[in-house]
């Protein structure tokens, strides 16, 4: 709706601004007809009368064009920050506040748009189900100011250790999903196994846990997902039976 505004308004600016472009135009055609009744002066007294009649209908013409366009200029501003409102908006219901990555339903369907990219392209495509290793236990003994620090820093780490056009999405408290494009299964797990590498030197010592799949010609967006979460489970199970 902001963005309906904010066009409305820029439509209006453009008319304001016509209307001034065409206020100014009369202005200089009545100064010009002044300046003949000057220059003719065949009837001295009617013509200097007339001739100051069309000066002052001049000056009125150039201030209210003047007017117009001072409220374009705030037609234009006003559409401004309709847009940049529209933004914010977008982006509230898009990223997720904490941690600055998608929100699920967001990036789900920008996740439907890469599996379809994929599929007529022909190229890979991975997907990573990434759970945080002992974020309850944080939250219970340190509290959730603790856990959402910790949050926080295993999306930066996931930012930092993938590309900017890969997907990041919070798929649930504790849970990310992540979409690489053109990359393969093993590949990704090179690239957790190195995000879990720097949150071990951390002093917080943490880690995540993580499945990954590649796409397959019979999946639908659910399927690619179950299966790498199923995977997390097979790995999270092998390497630390305890969590």
């Known amino acids: 709706?902001?963005?309906?505004?904010?066009?409305?308004?820029?439509?209006?600016?453009?008319?304001?601004?016509?209307?001034?472009?065409?206020?100014?135009?009369?202005?200089?055609?009545?100064?010009?007809i002044a300046d003949a009744r000057d220059r003719a002066r065949r009837d001295q007294?009617?013509?200097?009368?007339?001739?100051?009649?069309?000066?002052?209908?001049?000056?009125?013409?150039?201030?209210?064009?003047?007017?117009?366009?001072?409220?374009?200029?705030?037609?234009?501003?006003?559409?401004?920050e309709d847009r940049h409102a529209s933004q914010e908006a977008r982006q509230a219901n898009t990223l997720d506040e904490l941690t600055g990555v998608y929100r699920r339903r967001a990036g789900f369907v920008e996740l439907e748009r890469e599996i379809v990219r994929a599929r007529r392209t022909h190229e890979a495509l991975a997907l990573a189900f990434v759970d945080?290793?002992?974020?309850?236990?944080?939250?219970?003994?340190?509290?959730?100011?603790?856990?959402?620090?910790?949050l926080r820093q295993v999306a930066d780490?996931?930012?930092?250790?993938?590309?900017?056009?890969?997907?990041?999405?919070?798929y649930g408290g504790d849970e990310f999903v992540c979409v690489l494009p053109g990359m393969d299964a093993p590949h990704v797990a090179e690239r957790l196994a190195s995000v879990n590498a720097t949150l071990s030197s951390t002093p917080a010592s943490?880690?995540?846990?993580?499945?990954?799949?590649?796409?397959?010609?019979?999946?639908?967006?659910?399927?690619?997902?179950?299966?790498?979460?199923?995977?997390?489970?097979e790995e999270r199970a092998r390497r630390r039976p305890d969590l």
Do not use: C, W
Not at 19 to 31: K, L, N, S
Not at 209 to 233: M, P
């Open 206 to 233: 943490a880690s995540v846990s993580f499945g990954v799949s590649d796409i397959r010609v019979t999946d639908s967006l659910e399927d690619f997902v179950a299966r790498a979460d199923a995977a997390l489970y």
């Open 1 to 32: 709706m902001r963005d309906a505004a904010a066009e409305q308004r820029d439509l209006a600016g453009e008319k304001r601004d016509a209307e001034a472009a065409r206020r100014d135009a009369v202005a200089e055609d009545r100064d010009a």
């Open 45 to 80: 007294g009617s013509a200097k009368d007339e001739a100051r009649r069309d000066r002052g209908r001049a000056a009125d013409d150039r201030l209210e064009a003047k007017e117009d366009r001072d409220r374009a200029a705030a037609d234009r501003e006003a559409a401004t």
């Open 157 to 170: 780490e996931l930012r930092a250790h993938l590309r900017p056009y890969d997907l990041i999405i919070r």
């Open 132 to 150: 945080v290793d002992g974020l309850k236990a944080v939250n219970d003994a340190q509290g959730h100011a603790a856990g959402d620090r910790l």
